[in-house]
């Protein structure tokens, strides 16, 4: 089979994208990672498929039923699969990178103010375009899973990085996908720490978890004048290792350091933040309604054909 493809990334979080159009691909988990693969394929933290929302619904994915429940207009949806071959839930990269290869097939058009509803396995997810070119994504609602406790101790978990002399407390947050976040006091052991290996958590996440470790930088004057906090982080995926950026990551960062500074209870916390990821830096921001928006560049880089 010959598949066309386009690469792309956003903040260096790198994917192959495959437009499925007629929603008839089925994407096995080894050509998911022959895809991925950095030597004997393309590329990428992971691929995106952009399919029918409706062709996912016949082919028994009830989310996208939901979806469509939820939001007819979301007709197009990101199948997200790890570079491992693992299915995600979400991907905030992905999702503006998704955008804007939608826009190169003259999917959508928001240019002008428009906006995209789309499918994901995590719920609808709706992205305009801002005049810088960045790409604003709200990305739903987001819960501490270990909740007020949690929220109020600031960790409900462990995570052991490897050479590091003991496990460290840590923050479970969902944004769609699982996460687990680490704060660091300096930013030299941030870039000291080993990534190489799967960080172990404790106890067990039933469907992994992504690990963050992360430096909060201080406070700012945001875009509009407002408060704005400053965070550095370093991630390890879930289904990939070390990645450049993590747009999902990246908010459960943002969550968990406004978290911590506000003693569980946002008061006081600033509600924008920047978070510096090794490839470049993104915007995150708490939405009314319980909703977090990421912000963010999306780059195609460029397409061909491969054989599978
Ligand atoms: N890089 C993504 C997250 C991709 C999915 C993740 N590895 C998972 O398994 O949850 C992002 O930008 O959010």
Known sequence: MTLRFTKGHGTHNDFVLVADTRGDLDLTPEQVRRLADR??????????????????????????????????GAI??????????SVAEMCGNGVRVFTAFAEELGLVDLAGGGELALGTRAGVRRVRREESG??????????????????????????MVHGWPAPRPALSVDVGNPHTVVALPQAAELGAADLTRQPAVEPVPPHGTNVELVVP????????????????MRVHERGVGETQSCGTGACAAALAVRTWASGGTGAGAPDTWFVEVPGGEVRVRLLPGGHVELAGPAELVYSGEIEL
């Open 39 to 72: 030597r004997g394929g393309i590329g990428g933290d992971g691929v995106i498929r952009l399919a029918p929302t409706a062709a996912l619904a016949r082919a028994g994915e009830t989310v996208a039923d939901e979806v469509l429940a939820a939001e007819p």
């Open 217 to 232: 930088l201080g406070e700012e004057t945001g875009p509009d004048g407002e408060p704005a906090g400053r965070v550095r």
């Open 76 to 85: 197009w949806f990101m199948d997200y699969r790890n570079a491992d071959g």
């Open 134 to 159: 960045w790409y604003a994504v709200d990305m739903g609602p987001w819960f501490l899973p270990g909740g007020e406790e949690a929220a109020a101790a600031g960790a409900d978990a462990k995570v």
